[in-house]
């Protein structure tokens, strides 16, 4: 696009060549071979150009891991009520519906899904109980499975808290890669446009700041870490924890470059505006 917009051509328009230019020789093509070299794109263009395709694939890049990463928590969870629905079993977990611990206080077979075995805590009343998987830390483990549907411990609200901003950190990236189209846009139609450019990459840069800041802030870092560390799951289950644990890194990595490449543009944008050539026309 940026080709195709005028901005940066590799070639010099084409002119007629006279009857006396055609007797000049060699001596009358060095300036036309000048001229030419002078039409392409130099370094400042190439960095301009570099910078913001790296702002734009990044911010989508992120924006994917984002997405992934959500669906991971997501899918953590989908066996803790109810039937079985994967193959991500966690070590304990809530009673069918048919035997709610909230109106119940003594354990009967079709308590727990099949593999699981009904147990009473005095502190969560009944629960199911894998009998192939041994919680590494099962009063941790408790607490991230909210039996009573509470929330009433720290491990839970650090759990709903690292979701909650998953969900704004993902909305937040969204906007990034809007203000990064924006931002190409202006280069093909407002290449004069210097204030406005320079500040949807200021603008950019600071969104996206804002969603690593946010989600890392929330604590999903140690988070993360205690649930590995906990071993609340089977096999399956901690391969998925682990794979959520790679997406989050990943996650915050490229969304750090692509807020670094947005900031490093801007100055560019001030001066240069959308101009890969030249200066912009400023009143």
């Known amino acids: 696009p940026l080709a195709a917009s005028g901005l940066c051509s590799g070639a010099a328009p ?15 093509r060095l300036p036309a071979a000048g001229a030419m070299g002078s039409s392409r794109c130099g370094v400042r263009a190439i960095v301009q150009i570099f910078l913001t395709s790296m702002t734009l694939i990044t911010a989508i890049t992120s924006f994917v891991f984002a997405f992934v990463f959500e669906k991971f928590m997501d899918e953590m969870l989908r066996n803790y009520q109810g039937e079985l629905q994967t193959t991500n079993l966690p070590c304990i977990r809530s009673t069918l519906d048919a035997c709610d611990n909230a109106n119940k206080d003594e354990c009967y077979t079709y308590c727990c899904p099949q593999g699981y075995f009904c147990a009473r ?28 549907g509470s929330c009433p411990t720290v491990v839970c609200k650090t759990h709903h808290t690292v979701m909650r901003v998953t969900a704004w950190s993902f909305i937040l990236a969204a906007i990034g890669i809007v203000l990064d189209l924006v931002d190409v846009i202006a ?11 320079s500040g949807v990459n200021i603008m950019s840069s600071l969104v996206k700041f804002i969603a690593f800041g946010a989600i890392v802030g929330a604590g999903t870092t140690q988070f993360l870490s205690e649930l590995n560390e906990a071993q609340c799951f089977n096999s399956d289950g901690m391969q998925l924890v682990s794979d959520a644990g790679g997406m989050f890194l990943s996650y915050c990595a490229v969304q750090v470059i692509s807020a670094i490449c947005a900031l490093l543009l801007s100055p560019l944008s001030a001066y240069y505006g959308g101009k890969l050539q030249g200066v912009p026309y400023v009143k």
């Not at 084409?14 to 009358?28: E, F, I, K």
């Not at 280069?187 to 450019?197: E, R």
């Open 121 to 148: 805590s005095p502190i969560v009343g009944l629960y199911c109980q894998d009998g192939t998987t041994t919680c590494g830390n099962h009063n941790w483990c408790r607490d991230f499975a909210d039996i009573p």
């Open 187 to 197: 280069i093909c139609t407002l290449p004069d446009a210097v204030i406005f450019k």
């Open 14 to 28: 084409h002119r007629r060549r006279s009857a006396g230019a055609q007797r000049g020789g060699v001596a009358r």
